[in-house]
């Protein structure tokens, strides 16, 4: 099963950098909440059209030490990340520590959370 994840995780991080829109709707949870390494915290409503707008412009992901945890039901993912992203108009290489979950619904898996911490310089 976790195969399955760590291939959602892929469809996700390739949606991001590709603005497919469809893709994350698919794979987002209705009640989503992503928190950047600001601190601020998107829904799935306002995280799509801040991808939509060009708010995120996510060029590049490279993840390692990836853990995928199964319990019923849920699957909780953490991991390093070097992201390549371009926000307020700046190129930035964040590299971070993340934990999301993903939620087992009817419809199949559903990205429900997203919590990273920025790795000092």
């Known amino acids: ?11 996700r991080w390739q949606a991001m950098i590709d603005v ?3 893709t994350l709707d698919g794979l987002l949870h209705p009640n989503l909440r992503y928190t ?10 306002s995280y799509i059209t801040a991808l939509e707008n060009g708010v995120f412009d996510y ?14 039901g849920l699957a909780l993912v953490n991991g390093t990340a070097q992201i390549k992203v371009v ?11 993340y934990t ?9 898996w559903q990205f429900l959370a ?8």
């Open 100 to 108: 999301c979950v993903w939620v087992e619904e009817s419809e199949g």
């Open 36 to 45: 950047h390494s600001t601190a601020a915290v998107d829904s799935k409503e």
């Open 20 to 22: 497919d829109l469809p």
């Open 114 to 121: 997203w919590q990273n911490t920025p790795i000092p310089s």
């Open 1 to 11: 099963m976790t195969e399955v994840i760590q291939e959602l995780e892929n469809r």
């Open 59 to 72: 060029r590049q992901v490279d993840n390692s030490d990836v853990e995928i945890q199964m319990f019923s």
């Open 87 to 97: 926000a307020r108009e700046k190129e930035f290489l964040l590299r971070s520590r």
